[in-house]
């Protein structure tokens, strides 16, 4: 039996640290000796400030409690096995391993729930794999065709790993919208070819479209003004790929006019599915293999902007929901005197 810590939600923005006992690995279990994980600044954050609906059932296996609270959240950790139970032929004690689970220092889970990562790769990188493979659902989501435009509102994680793929996928311009100087500076610097402020972008997509409009513009900002902003940005008969969660939020949108009379598509992407089109070639295996052989390819490491020990997490959240636009990507590591 080993003593793990954990991050808990305990009410609206209220962070608890529990002890969490775990036991040795049982049969086809592993014991993992968390390395890092990331913090969520899209769903992860809606959960911490209490905006997602108490009653939607939970997700995923590793997660505890439930969205009216307490609950223990998170999705992106990375670890090395330290033990493994019967039955256990893969992974194997001293494996760098993805999970989806949440942030705690020790942890016990099926081993088929574990992804292999190279055994070279820094484990920082390794925690990009959930964003990661949300990013190759939504640029299959988006349909885009060789040579088309694209613009991507929300420089956060998950628009980074957006703006890196499309460019991946033949897009002939990417463009983003972020209203951050920062942020739009690591635009340019992963690929995108014109970053934009906030200010009248229907009008400066069109002057770089030769009055076209963008062919396809992705929302992943979270904001529901930017939602707005992306349908009126794009041409007749463009897509607009909604990849935010808004939880409680609503959205108000104004859907006549140019969305009513040029047919704007607004198309729905969430991870949880595999787009129907790819389904006799593609499975969440298959997507998440390719995920994982990404990562040595992009560029990432820009994109971790502070690394905290949990034991800090209570600040660290604090921080995160009075300052959102501070960081982009934000780590618990667990290393000694971490936790």
Same mark, same amino acid.
């Given at each position: 039996?080993?003593?793990?810590?954990?991050?808990?939600?305990?009410?609206?923005?209220?962070?608890?640290?529990?002890?969490?006992?775990? +036991?040795? !690995? /049982?049969?086809?279990?592993?014991?993992?000796?968390?390395?890092?994980?990331?913090?969520?600044?899209?769903?992860?954050?809606?959960?911490?400030?209490?905006?997602?609906?108490?009653?939607?059932?939970?997700?995923? !296996?590793?997660?505890? #409690?439930?969205? #009216?609270?307490?609950?223990?959240?998170?999705?992106?950790?990375?670890?090395?096995?330290?033990?493994?139970?019967?039955?256990?032929?893969?992974?194997?004690?001293?494996?760098?391993?993805?999970?989806?689970?949440?942030?705690?220092?020790?942890? @016990?889970?099926?081993?088929?729930?574990?992804?292999?990562?190279?055994?070279?790769?820094?484990?920082?990188?390794?925690?990009?794999?959930?964003?990661?493979?949300?990013?190759?659902?939504?640029?299959?989501?988006?349909?885009?065709?060789? /040579?088309?435009?694209?613009?991507?509102?929300?420089?956060?994680?998950?628009?980074?790993?957006?703006?890196?793929?499309?460019?991946? @996928?033949?897009?002939?311009?990417?463009?983003?919208?972020? *209203?951050?100087?920062?942020?739009? +500076?690591?635009?340019?610097?992963?690929?995108?070819?014109?970053?934009?402020?906030? &200010?009248?972008?229907?009008?400066?997509?069109?002057?770089?479209?030769?009055?076209? /409009?963008?062919?396809?513009?992705?929302?992943?900002?979270?904001?529901?003004?930017?939602?707005?902003?992306?349908?009126?940005?794009? +041409?007749?008969? #463009?897509?607009?790929?909604?990849? @935010?969660?808004?939880?409680?939020?609503?959205?108000?949108?104004?859907?006549?006019?140019?969305?009513?009379?040029?047919?704007?598509?607004?198309?729905?992407?969430?991870?949880?599915?595999?787009?129907?089109?790819? @389904?006799?070639?593609?499975?969440?295996?298959?997507?998440?293999?390719?995920?994982?052989?990404?990562?040595?390819?992009?560029?990432?490491? *820009?994109?971790?902007?502070?690394?905290?020990?949990?034991?800090?997490?209570?600040?660290?959240?604090?921080?995160? &929901?009075?300052? !959102?636009?501070?960081?982009?990507?934000?780590?618990?590591?667990?290393?000694?005197? &971490?936790?």
């Amino acid at each position: 039996m080993r003593t793990g810590c954990a991050v808990w939600f305990s009410a609206p923005r209220t962070v608890e640290l529990r002890d969490e006992q775990v +036991a040795e !690995p /049982g049969s086809g279990e592993v014991r993992i000796q968390a390395l890092a994980s990331a913090i969520s600044r899209g769903t992860e954050m809606l959960v911490y400030r209490g905006e997602v609906p108490a009653e939607l059932a939970l997700d995923l !296996p590793s997660l505890a #409690g439930g969205f #009216g609270f307490p609950i223990k959240y998170g999705y992106a950790s990375v670890g090395r096995v330290d033990a493994v139970g019967e039955g256990v032929m893969r992974p194997v004690p001293g494996d760098l391993v993805f999970a989806l689970h949440p942030h705690q220092s020790v942890y @016990s889970l099926p081993a088929e729930l574990t992804v292999p990562l190279p055994p070279t790769l820094d484990p920082e990188l390794g925690t990009f794999t959930a964003n990661l493979e949300s990013a190759i659902s939504i640029v299959h989501d988006a349909q885009l065709r060789l /040579g088309e435009t694209a613009v991507v509102f929300g420089s956060g994680v998950v628009g980074l790993l957006v703006t890196q793929l499309l460019r991946r @996928s033949g897009a002939g311009r990417v463009l983003t919208v972020d *209203p951050l100087e920062r942020r739009r +500076a690591l635009a340019r610097r992963v690929g995108a070819d014109e970053t934009l402020a906030p &200010d009248a972008v229907a009008a400066r997509v069109r002057e770089l479209t030769d009055g076209r /409009g963008a062919d396809v513009a992705v929302e992943v900002s979270g904001s529901t003004a930017a939602l707005q902003q992306a349908v009126e940005a794009v +041409a007749s008969e #463009g897509t607009v790929v909604v990849a @935010s969660w808004y939880g409680v939020k609503p959205v108000p949108l104004e859907l006549g006019g140019h969305f009513h009379r040029g047919r704007v598509r607004l198309h729905s992407s969430q991870v949880g599915r595999i787009a129907p089109e790819l @389904s006799a070639r593609w499975d969440h295996a298959r997507r998440l293999t390719t995920a994982v052989e990404l990562l040595p390819q992009l560029e990432l490491a *820009p994109l971790v902007s502070s690394r905290e020990p949990l034991h800090a997490a209570a600040d660290v959240y604090r921080r995160l &929901d009075e300052h !959102p636009d501070k960081d982009v990507l934000t780590l618990f590591t667990y290393g000694d005197g &971490d936790v």
